[in-house]
């Protein structure tokens, strides 16, 4: 009888808007972890933590907090919009999400979106 797997992981690499770009998303029994690079390399370090607030229990806002890298609000921006459903979908769990992207453009974020939602292990 085989073991199964206590971290359960997907990756992707495809091209997208002309970059050739990565995504590997691991699912780890308290949280997940998402790595989207078009460097080939894990840059900023981005903690997507959901919050519940007391007035509506069943939509929790998410605090960013930039663990390594560069603070800039574009950061925290890109960090939301990258992983926002993959929390809401694996029952509000914390997401690590570290990227490195050359395209920060709307049309690449939802480009990205698709990728890291081709890669669902929560």
């Not at 808007?17 to 997940?32: H, M, P, Y």
């Not at 997507?48 to 574009?74: F, Q, R, W």
């Not at 914390?94 to 939602?117: F, H, N, T, Y």
């Amino acid at each position: 009888m085989a073991a199964k797997s206590i971290v359960t992981s997907k990756q992707k690499e495809e091209v997208v808007r002309g970059i050739l770009t990565e995504v590997v998303c691991t699912a780890f029994s308290n949280s997940i972890l998402v790595v989207v690079t078009q460097y080939g390399k894990m840059g900023t370090l981005v903690s997507v933590d959901p919050s519940t607030v007391a007035s509506d229990i069943s939509k929790p806002s998410l605090t960013t907090k930039v663990l390594l890298g560069t603070d800039e609000p574009l950061i925290h921006v890109c960090a939301k919009n990258l992983v926002t459903f993959v929390s809401q979908e694996a029952g509000n769990k914390p997401v690590l999400l570290a990227m490195a992207l050359k395209d920060k453009s709307m049309e690449g974020i939802k480009a990205l979106q698709e990728m890291i939602r081709s890669c669902q292990v929560w």
